[in-house]
């Protein structure tokens, strides 16, 4: 099973280009991977089946970057270059400057000029499932839910499965790690 990540790079004072990663995602694999590697390096990577500290292993044609306004965590885990190193960012937890807005950044909501068709295939989803809900927090910082009859719902949600595996796609390793620096 794949652990899915996203490198989101700032282009733009509300622009962030996200880099989709297919597999070994998790910390203690991409923080290392992730240490030779530039933001320009990533973002001419594009779209990427795995990071590694000799190449990167890129999809080959490559999807274009997912831009957003802010940095946002779609699968298992988010990084970003911060201080001029690659750091994993918890999107819940930002400081101030850096918590979107609703109107930016909402995962109850595509963002401008998503389709439904985007948030299949970033998703691997083969369907959806949309379920209605209504809040059952007992705190401002609780965000508990429960599903519930349309008539009793406050909002609803559109759920989109993976599957299992990605459609097979031709893969090449264009971008062998940079040489010693002397």
């Not at 962030?16 to 990533?42: E, N, Q, S």
């Amino acid at each position: 099973m794949s652990t899915r990540a996203q490198i989101a790079i700032q282009t733009g004072p509300k622009e962030w280009a996200h880099v989709y990663v297919h597999y070994d995602g998790y910390p203690t694999h991409m923080l290392p991977a992730l240490a030779r590697w530039t933001p320009k390096d990533i973002l001419t990577a594009s779209e990427i089946r795995q990071v590694r500290a000799d190449e990167l292993d890129c999809f080959d044609p490559p999807q274009p970057p997912k831009m957003l306004p802010c940095p946002t965590r779609e699968f298992c885990h988010l990084y970003v270059w911060q201080n001029e190193a690659w750091v994993e960012i918890d999107p819940d937890a930002l400081q101030p400057e850096w918590t979107p807005t609703m109107t930016e950044c909402s995962p109850n909501c595509l963002p401008e000029g998503e389709t439904l068709t985007d948030l299949v295939r970033h998703n691997c989803a083969i369907g959806f499932d949309l379920r209605f809900c209504r809040s059952v927090a007992v705190s401002p910082d609780d965000r508990d839910t429960i599903t519930c009859d349309p008539g009793d719902a406050k909002f609803a949600t559109l759920y989109a499965p993976p599957i299992w595996a990605r459609p097979s796609r031709s893969m090449t390793s264009r971008f062998p790690a940079p040489g010693p620096t002397t």
